[in-house]
């Protein structure tokens, strides 16, 4: 089975605070994303990578960052913490490779819930 | 522009029927379905998937259809299961694009009744 962990089911952070969001994978995929879950809105895709060290933005970049130093772990950041990034974060990862055609469902994490006062 | 779209944002059925989820998109470029169910606290689970050259995909009591002229697909539960009651999420790719995330619709909170 996959197996995709997130460091903290639950942090509080204060507004401008640098929050690092830790993410590991141990099926050795090469795809791994990052989203937010919000009420009313679904998941939505803030970054990704397909290989160490290389990044892709999502559809909401803005006020995140990311780092793929080693294929299993990808770690989301928010530069300086906002109110409206109180949100639940689900990292996802899926196989990925060479031949890889995209049709390869993701598997996720149980999430890190985030409250930024 | 949302480009995946679930219009039910709850759905009541009772144990033992059958529960339609029900899922539109915009983007004529996608071409890989899945659907994922969503306990609370927990992430979501991959549940079933369906490429665009097929129109159905079936594995145990779940069934996707997929009708690309009205771009237009469904989830079938047969027989529903107090187990099933959770937050079902469509979702679509353009598989060609490479390692892209997924877009999302907003879910559908299924409620199976006994």
């Known amino acids: 089975d996959v197996k995709v962990t997130q460091s903290s089911r639950y942090l509080v952070k204060r507004t401008g605070e640098k929050v690092f969001l830790e993410c590991v994978q141990d099926?050795?995929?090469?795809?791994m994303f990052w989203y937010r879950q919000d009420p009313g809105l679904g998941l939505r895709l803030i970054y990704f990578?397909?290989?160490?060290?290389?990044?892709e933005k999502g559809d909401i970049p803005e006020g995140y960052s990311v780092s793929r130093e080693k294929k299993e772990r990808f770690s989301l950041i928010l530069e300086s913490a906002s109110t409206n990034q109180t949100s639940m974060y689900l990292c996802a990862s899926s196989l990925g490779g060479v031949g890889w055609s995209g049709n390869q469902p993701q598997h996720f994490g149980d999430g890190t819930r985030l409250s930024i006062l | 522009d949302q480009q995946v779209k679930q219009n039910s944002p709850s759905l009541s059925v009772q144990e033992g029927r059958i529960s339609i989820l029900n899922c539109d998109y915009t983007n004529s470029m996608f071409d890989y379905f899945l659907w994922y169910k969503k306990y609370p606290a927990e992430g979501p689970t991959f549940l079933i998937s369906i490429s665009s050259i097929k129109d159905k995909n079936e594995d145990g009591r779940f069934t996707v259809f997929l009708n690309k002229s009205a771009k237009h697909l469904s989830l079938h539960i047969v027989p529903s299961q107090p187990g099933d009651s959770a937050v079902y999420f469509c979702a679509a790719s353009v598989s060609a694009r490479g390692a892209d995330g997924l877009t999302f619709g907003k879910g559908t909170h299924l409620i199976i009744q006994p």
């Open positions: 990578s397909y290989d160490v060290k290389m990044k």
């Open positions: 099926m050795d995929h090469e795809n």
